[in-house]
């Protein structure tokens, strides 16, 4: 298993570039999400799905759109990037925690910076 | 508003010196508290999940315990190893996996 993959890792982006971040796990989970993480802020959710064809939003999801055609992707896309999108991207996927009481299984991360 | 908070933000100790972490926390209903460890440049990797008050799960040095209020993690005789940054996450009531991150403590242990 390969567990949840992320692609980029690092990515330079132009403002009001668009563009797409990859998730992909091989676990079956049924809950995928995308967090970012800024200094000082922790991670916060951006947005969610329970399952294929099913997303919604989280803390923080103006400026980004998901959807989830497969059970096992879960791309973010950007539709106008900002300076302020600067971050650190999770992607993170669950069976269940209530069921498994193993939490989230995170990617590694895509460090995205808007110039 | 569910809500939570980690103190210290950021804690140094030496190789041996035991000690312990706070995560406080707000929320409606509990369904579940979660500890992540985080390397730099990596995602969070998974802990303990703790359920309920009085509850209690090991880990090697690590020892992750539960009141109605906040949860500790306790550090027995580190090591540099265990040098991280450790994030607690709530997991609210109301059939949703999302979960709540605290701002996060990072640990040095010098040799």
């Known amino acids: 298993n390969a567990g949840v993959t992320q692609t980029p890792k690092f990515q330079v982006l132009k403002t009001g570039q668009s563009m797409t971040l990859q998730c992909a796990q091989d676990?079956?989970?049924?809950?995928m999400s995308w967090y970012r993480q800024d200094p000082g802020m922790g991670l916060r959710l951006i947005h969610y799905s329970v399952g294929a064809g099913i997303t919604d939003q989280g803390e923080v999801p103006n400026g980004y759109n998901v959807s989830r055609s497969t059970t096992e992707d879960f791309p973010l896309r950007l539709l106008s990037a900002a300076p302020s999108q600067t971050s650190v991207y999770f992607c993170?996927?669950?069976?269940?925690?209530?069921?498994?009481?193993?939490?989230?299984?995170f990617g590694s991360g895509t460090r995205l910076t808007v110039v | 508003e569910d809500q939570v908070t980690q103190s210290p933000e950021a804690l140094r100790l030496q190789e041996g010196e035991s000690s312990s972490l706070n995560c406080s926390y707000t929320?409606?209903?509990?369904?579940?508290l979660f500890w992540y460890r985080q390397d730099p440049g990596k995602g969070p990797e998974f802990l303990f999940t703790?359920?309920?008050a009085g509850e209690e799960k090991e880990k090697e040095r690590l020892k992750a315990t539960l009141t109605k209020k906040e949860s500790f993690l306790h550090i027995t005789a580190p090591k540099p190893e265990d040098s991280a940054t450790y994030l607690c996450?709530?997991?609210?009531?109301?059939?949703?996996?999302?979960?709540?991150f605290g701002k996060g403590m990072k640990l040095t242990v010098n040799p």
């Open positions: 993170a996927s669950s069976y269940s925690t209530w069921v498994s009481g193993n939490g989230y299984t």
């Open positions: 676990m079956n989970h049924e809950y």
């Open positions: 929320v409606s209903g509990l369904r579940g």
């Open positions: 703790l359920y309920s």
């Open positions: 996450a709530v997991q609210p009531q109301g059939g949703s996996e999302k979960l709540v």
